[in-house]
């Protein structure tokens, strides 16, 4: 029973070819600065996100997990480890779901890159559309789950945005318009392709800017493969990771993010192709049912959704460029990211059909 548990859980692997950390160094900084890590140490990857490199570091049966920014191209605000380090200690003792931070190290010296560790939280992730053995998420699985998804990103935004560490994190006013100015530029300076699908999303955002709906903290990358679920019962959402992008701005903007990786069943065939979570199991809420649940939970008024889901869309198309750029440079190894360039035309092209439409598939 406890080795079927085991292989439910987020697996780490061998570590890439140029993307290894000087263990000897890392064991020095560790046993100074985390209370009860000694001897030896063992490090594996968790080799299946985007963005920052996750490792987990064993030392005995201390498990750590470390993070550090990509090698090569840098993108200074989504890759500052001290930031991320900031949020998550401002989130100990508000959000239990937020995993506790241990130590940062700035000196990169040490392996190469400022990093921090932090604790490991153990559990199911959800990769792309594939379910471990073993996980029943049936229908009624789903349908819970779902549910808990979209009641996570409300309870989120109920965090108390005045808390130390938490207040100075962002500037809430003109929060909308700093971000789509911000969006495009980094597009902008990513691109590869001529892409007019994308250059027309930002330019219709631009010309668009609603007015601000409100303040919360917000995610920034909310989706399946962000959450840790209890292997026991995959219902139960344990853990939020990846808190790199993580403000004080828009909610409405953080649920636009999620609905963009949120894809239904009569979606397009090439949408539908998308890697992005198990959204089209049966039993999982609709975008339409995710926009109700989210405003009965949250009491908010989210309005017809349509400026949020075509930022959200144009956002995850810019981060899918700047990773693609990466690797057409020759800075990222992974050949996942060759193919990124398809998802940002996709992505583009749904933002357009939705602008097209004056709606949202599926909640017109």
Same mark, same amino acid.
């Given at each position: 029973?406890?080795?079927?548990?085991?292989?439910?859980?987020?697996?780490?692997?061998?570590?890439?070819?140029?993307?290894?950390?000087? !263990?000897?160094?890392?064991?020095?900084?560790?046993?100074?600065?985390?209370?009860?890590?000694?001897?030896?140490?063992?490090?594996?990857?968790?080799?299946?996100?985007?963005?920052?490199?996750?490792?987990?570091?064993?030392?005995? %049966?201390? $498990?750590? !997990?470390?993070?550090?920014?990509?090698?090569?191209?840098?993108?200074?605000?989504?890759?500052? &480890?001290?930031?991320?380090?900031?949020?998550?200690?401002?989130?100990?003792?508000?959000?239990?779901?937020?995993?506790?931070?241990?130590?940062?190290?700035?000196?990169?010296?040490?392996?190469?890159?400022?990093?921090? =560790?932090?604790?490991?939280?153990?559990?199911?992730?959800?990769?792309?559309?594939?379910?471990?053995?073993?996980?029943?998420?049936?229908?009624?699985?789903?349908?819970?789950? /779902?549910?808990?998804? #979209?009641?996570?990103?409300?309870?989120?935004?109920?965090?108390?945005?005045?808390?130390?560490?938490?207040?100075?994190?962002?500037?809430?006013?003109?929060?909308?318009?700093?971000? #789509?100015?911000?969006?495009? $530029?980094?597009?902008?300076?990513?691109?590869?392709? $001529?892409?007019?699908?994308?250059?027309?999303?930002?330019?219709?955002?631009?010309?668009?800017?609603? $007015?601000?709906?409100? !303040?919360?903290?917000?995610?920034?990358?909310?989706?399946?493969?962000? #959450?840790?679920?209890?292997?026991?019962?995959?219902?139960?959402?344990?853990? +939020?990771?990846?808190?790199?992008?993580?403000? +004080?701005?828009?909610?409405?903007?953080?649920?636009?993010? /999620?609905?963009?990786?949120?894809? %239904?069943?009569?979606?397009?065939?090439?949408?539908? &192709?998308?890697?992005?979570?198990?959204?089209?199991?049966?039993?999982?809420?609709?975008?339409?049912?995710?926009?109700?649940?989210?405003?009965?939970?949250?009491?908010?008024? #989210?309005?017809?959704?349509?400026?949020?889901?075509?930022?959200?869309?144009?956002? =995850?198309? !810019?981060?899918?460029?700047?990773?693609?750029?990466?690797?057409?440079?020759?800075?990222?190894?992974?050949?996942?990211?060759?193919?990124?360039?398809?998802?940002?035309?996709?992505?583009?092209?749904?933002?357009?059909?939705?602008?097209?439409?004056?709606?949202?598939?599926?909640?017109?």
């Amino acid at each position: 029973m406890a080795d079927a548990r085991d292989q439910r859980l987020d697996d780490a692997r061998e570590v890439r070819d140029g993307e290894g950390l000087d !263990v000897d160094r890392l064991g020095e900084f560790l046993a100074a600065n985390v209370a009860g890590v000694s001897g030896a140490l063992t490090v594996r990857q968790f080799r299946k996100g985007h963005s920052n490199l996750t490792y987990l570091v064993r030392a005995g %049966d201390r $498990e750590l !997990v470390l993070r550090r920014p990509p090698f090569g191209r840098e993108i200074r605000t989504a890759h500052d &480890m001290g930031r991320e380090f900031r949020i998550l200690s401002a989130l100990a003792g508000l959000y239990p779901k937020a995993p506790r931070p241990f130590a940062y190290c700035s000196d990169a010296a040490v392996i190469g890159a400022p990093f921090y =560790v932090m604790e490991r939280a153990r559990g199911v992730i959800l990769r792309g559309d594939a379910v471990p053995d073993g996980l029943d998420l049936g229908p009624a699985n789903m349908r819970a789950l /779902s549910l808990a998804l #979209v009641d996570t990103l409300a309870e989120l935004h109920t965090i108390d945005v005045s808390a130390p560490g938490l207040a100075d994190l962002g500037h809430p006013e003109g929060y909308v318009g700093r971000q #789509v100015k911000g969006w495009t $530029e980094r597009y902008e300076n990513a691109a590869t392709d $001529e892409l007019p699908q994308m250059e027309r999303s930002a330019t219709w955002l631009a010309e668009h800017l609603p $007015e601000e709906s409100g !303040v919360a903290l917000i995610h920034n990358d909310f989706k399946y493969d962000n #959450v840790v679920l209890d292997p026991d019962d995959p219902r139960r959402i344990v853990a +939020v990771l990846d808190w790199e992008m993580a403000t +004080v701005g828009d909610p409405l903007l953080d649920l636009g993010t /999620s609905l963009a990786y949120w894809i %239904d069943p009569d979606d397009p065939p090439e949408v539908r &192709m998308l890697p992005v979570g198990p959204t089209l199991r049966p039993g999982n809420l609709s975008r339409r049912e995710v926009a109700s649940r989210y405003a009965d939970v949250t009491g908010r008024d #989210v309005g017809e959704l349509l400026f949020p889901y075509v930022y959200g869309l144009f956002k =995850v198309g !810019v981060i899918a460029q700047q990773i693609y750029r990466r690797f057409k440079d020759g800075h990222a190894r992974d050949p996942r990211f060759g193919m990124l360039i398809v998802g940002v035309r996709i992505l583009g092209d749904q933002a357009v059909r939705a602008i097209e439409a004056g709606r949202i598939h599926g909640l017109g």
